[in-house]
């Protein structure tokens, strides 16, 4: 059985740092791309950023470039997103997914991340 | 990579259909077969429902379905059922492995 679980979020001032981490169980992890997907309050979901299977290619949304990282160890089957100079904006449930091709075809349940002073 | 037009609801009575449209550009929807769509219950993780417009993963009804028109996508659920009521999300690749979401449609069963 395909398992995501995130770790790693809660509360942070503006301008600090967090880093996410999700550990994968069920599937032979350094085959497939992940992805990291966030949904603000009340809001609807925002692609953030994927990373290929191999680590070598990572892709991110405009709006956390230069602030987001994505990485992956695929010896302990984990990706991860370290988050700097976060926003009120940043606020959100950020999920782990798997993306096999164009799909996102597993979904961890998430990690509340919430910037405010 | 701004977001794809969805209707903020819809809503039918069961064993109606109902139709979600997802509208894009040329460099999304229009311009790659890669339009999937996710249902979301509340205080849940989305999954998986319609890939590359049309196809459905294995276990998911075939009251759903889903097309595509040029910059449009749709989703069609058919023959509503209670369980069916949840907001639902169309997604595109919009090339350079960049992927963009809709603004989501809640689904209402009457």
């Known amino acids: 059985e395909v398992q995501l679980v995130e770790s790693g979020g809660g509360l942070v001032q503006p301008g600090g740092s967090l880093r996410l981490s999700c550990a994968a169980s069920g599937f032979i992890f350094s085959a497939y791309w992940m992805t990291w997907v966030r949904q603000a309050p009340g809001k609807g979901l925002e692609w953030v950023a994927n990373i290929k299977h191999d680590g070598l290619e990572e892709y991110y949304v405009d709006s956390v470039k230069g602030r987001f990282t994505i990485s992956r160890d695929n010896a302990k089957n984990s990706v991860y997103l370290?988050?700097?100079?976060?926003?009120?904006?940043?606020?959100?449930?950020?999920?782990?997914?798997?993306?096999?091709?164009?799909?996102f075809d597993y979904w961890g349940q998430g990690a509340l991340v919430t910037v405010s002073s | 990579q701004s977001a794809l037009t969805q209707p903020p609801s819809a809503s039918g009575s069961p064993g109606q259909s109902v139709t979600i449209s997802c509208t894009g550009t040329s460099s999304d929807v229009g311009g790659y077969n890669y339009v999937s769509w996710y249902q979301q219950h509340p205080g849940k993780a989305p999954k998986l429902m319609i890939y590359e417009v049309t196809k459905r993963p294995s276990g998911v009804p075939d009251r759903f379905s889903g097309s595509k028109s040029g910059n449009t996508a749709s989703l069609t659920v058919s023959g509503l059922q209670a369980e069916d009521e949840a907001d639902y999300y169309c997604c595109s690749f919009g090339g350079n492995n960049n992927y963009v979401f809709g603004t989501g449609t809640q689904v209402t069963v009457l």
Do not use: K, P
């Open chain 1, 82 to 103: 370290q988050m700097s100079s976060l926003r009120a904006e940043d606020t959100a449930v950020y999920f782990c997914v798997r993306h096999l091709n164009t799909i």
